[in-house]
Structures are given as C-alpha cells and as structure tokens.
Nanobody, 124 residues
Framework: QVQLAESGGGLVQAGGSLRLSCAAS????????MAWFRQAPGKEREFIAC????????LYADSVKTRFTISRSLADDTAFLQMNRLIPDDTAVYYC?????????????????WGQGTQVTVSS
C-alpha cells in the first residue's frame, strides 16, 4: 500500500511557474515509477510525465515536454514537477501516481496508487 500527498498547487498568472511535490509513504516494493497526471473539468485524465524511482529515465507528454520537468528525491521518496511558462490550458487538478515495476507507462490504468490531487489555476 502506498500513500501519496501532493502539494504546491495554486493560482498563477500566465507565463509564471509552479513546482509541485508528491511525497510517497509506505512504499514496500523494490522498483517503481512516479507519474504526474492532470484532469481539467469535463476532460479525461491526461498523462504529463513519469520518472523511474532511481532517476535517469523519464517519459513526457509532447504537450508539456518543453515547459515541464519531472524529477525525484530518492532519499525521501518525493517526486517533483517543475512547470514553467504556464498557460491557461494548464489549469487542472494535478495528480501524482505510482506504479510498481521497471517500465515507464503513460496510461492512468497502469497506476494503482493515486494522490488526492492539487489544483493549479493559470489566469490569463
């Protein structure tokens, strides 16, 4: 069982930056990846990025890879999402998710464990 807690969301003007954090606890498996998804009102949950727990391997959605950066702290099981040059279309609830195993996946169904989400609102 894994518990995830996101933080760092808020209201920002277009062109600004935010850094989201996701702290994982009660990890019991030996290899895993952490991911970020987002969901805007009336839309499906969208993959943003994921990272292998040891770092070195990442996967990004094309829509954000020039503006967002995923990273992690192995010491305290925390993943980060640095979001730069934010635009109003980035407005959504951002979720952290974890899956066990070596493969990097971009489908919501590939991730059994989810956080509660943190709201990001970008004003124009």
């Amino acid at each position: 069982q894994v518990q995830l807690a996101e933080s760092g969301g808020g209201l920002v003007q277009a062109g600004g930056s935010l850094r989201l954090s996701c702290a994982a606890s009660r990890r019991t498996f030996s290899t895993y990846s952490m991911a970020w998804f987002r969901q805007a009102p009336g839309k499906e949950r969208e993959f943003i990025a994921c990272i292998w727990y040891k770092g070195g391997r990442t996967l990004y959605a094309d829509s954000v890879k020039t503006r967002f950066t995923i990273s992690r702290s192995l010491a305290d099981d925390t993943a980060f999402l640095q979001m730069n040059r934010l635009i109003p279309d980035d407005t959504a609830v951002y979720y952290c998710a974890v899956r066990e195993g070596y493969m990097l996946k971009n489908g919501p169904d590939d991730y059994p464990w989810w956080g509660q989400g943190t709201q990001v609102t970008v004003s124009s």
